[in-house]
């Protein structure tokens, strides 16, 4: 894919699809395009896998991250909206993980590779008070916070879960980012 439907102030970039929303959130200092167009790429694939509206939402460096501000401006621009999976990388994830739970229409969450070690009784309020079917926390285990993957377990959520990517690091490639994604789109799809 060449480039977004439309994109607004350079902090979203929206391809139009279904009311499913995978809302993409970039890490610290991310852009909405990503390294050699990654999430372009990445959300023009899943538009044409699933059908699903893909947004990109840019996480510039001074901002605070607030996500509920964040879907009140893509309703505006948006016509309808079922549900979000929203997808969360390093800063992105650990937004994620404290305030998805702020939005009924978050149904699934995967968080990749967030900093567990910032805030985490944050961390673990916001995965407590999910209201989602699926929170799944995902770490590369050569990530500084993978030592610390073992603290999900004491979120007292039956929804939030962990997992590791054997040899990878903090930074995922287009391919592997792909791939994880599309994994967590697919679980608890008929059976899976």
Known sequence: MEDFNQIIE???G???GSDTIIFIKTGRGGDIYGYDNKYVNIAGMLHDRYGYTCVVSANPADSKGNISEELEILKQNISAVKE???IGISNGALLGAQQCWKSNLITKALLINGALMINWPQTKEGGEKFK???MHFVYGEKDPSARYAGLIDLINNSVCRYSLMKDIGHRLDEKTLAEEIIK???????GK
């Open 84 to 86: 979000i999976l929203y």
């Open 132 to 134: 989602g079917k699926d």
């Open 14 to 16: 929206i391809v139009y």
């Open 10 to 12: 350079d902090r979203f």
């Open 184 to 190: 967590f789109i697919e679980y608890g799809k008929e």
